[in-house]
């Protein structure tokens, strides 16, 4: 039976009917200070998104960050910026004052690809000198953020548009998973792809590399909750370590807690803040 026919299988299987509510964030362009629709006035940055080309190392060098691990950051409308830090999503609170900023400590997801020191470096150095931000300046598209004492800790570059795929209607294709601990990240089984469909009927279904799944889920803004996963029974020996990581892929999926997008990329996560699951539009 080929994969479309599994998935109807599976899916067909049970029907449960789940009011969705999905609150998306439009990411623009520009900086708007206007007043919107409903008269309220927009702080600078809100709607903007960045992508980090220096910042102060340890050493008080101005460095570049690790080559395809820049951090992102994104100002939402509601006072919240959220971001990738090169590996782990983080979302913090913010305060504007004119020239003046304030960013209240970070939550970050805590997953990392073995044996990345370096990232784990930068990541932390970043979190801290966001932490630290106390003025900020935007000039043509590139943004500066300094410390107490005036000095430049962040300096950023407009971020293009990201193509921000929606959680419905989307193919989600596994790009990594944690072991159970989170410490560790690693790949699917090369020749495998494990995909993810988030259906507008409150059920979610795929291939898990061997096998077509199922499930009823429930999502509220970022809050994501999957109930009574649902697999056809096929095994199969190759290649090696298929069956493994399908059980360890399914049992990540139902302690799924919620969710974040970042452009293109879907991290599901755990009811302890931390991402288990990391998912690209590209297979």
Not at 138 to 149: A, F, H, K, M, Q
Not at 210 to 216: E, G, K, L, Q, T
Request: hydrophobic share 40%; proline share 5%.
């Amino acid at each position: 039976m080929g994969r479309e026919g599994q998935n109807i299988l599976a899916k067909t299987a049970f029907l449960i009917v789940v009011a969705a509510c999905i609150v998306s964030v439009a990411w623009t362009g520009g900086a708007d200070t206007s007043p919107d629709e409903t008269d309220r006035i927009t702080e600078p940055l809100s709607g903007t998104a960045w992508n980090l080309v220096e910042f102060r190392a340890d050493n008080g060098s101005v460095v570049a960050p690790l080559h395809g691990k820049a951090p992102l950051i994104a100002f939402g409308e509601s006072g919240t910026l959220t971001g990738s830090a090169g590996c782990n999503l983080y979302s913090a609170s913010y305060r504007i004052n004119g020239s003046t900023i304030a960013v209240e400590p970070v939550v970050a997801t805590a997953a990392y690809p073995a044996n990345e020191q370096e990232l784990v470096r930068q990541e932390n150095r970043y979190r801290e000198l966001l932490v630290a931000a106390a003025s900020y300046r935007v000039e043509d598209n590139r943004l500066t953020i300094s410390g107490p004492s005036g000095r430049e800790l962040l300096a950023f570059a407009r971020a293009e548009q990201p193509e921000s795929a929606p959680l419905l209607a989307t193919e989600w294709h596994l790009a990594r998973y944690t072991n159970g601990s989170g410490s560790t990240v690693a790949s699917p089984v090369p020749g495998t792809d494990i995909t993810l469909v988030f259906d507008g009927d409150g059920t979610l279904s795929g291939s898990a590399g061997c096998n077509a799944y199922s499930a009823p889920y429930r999502v509220n803004e970022t809050g994501l909750s999957v109930d009574r996963v649902i697999a056809t029974k096929a095994s199969f020996t190759e290649p090696a370590g298929v069956m493994e990581q399908e059980k360890a892929y399914l049992d990540l999926l139902r302690s799924a807690a919620g969710y974040r997008i970042v452009g293109d990329t879907l991290a599901v996560i755990d009811g302890s803040g931390r991402a288990i699951l990391f998912f690209t539009t590209e297979g």
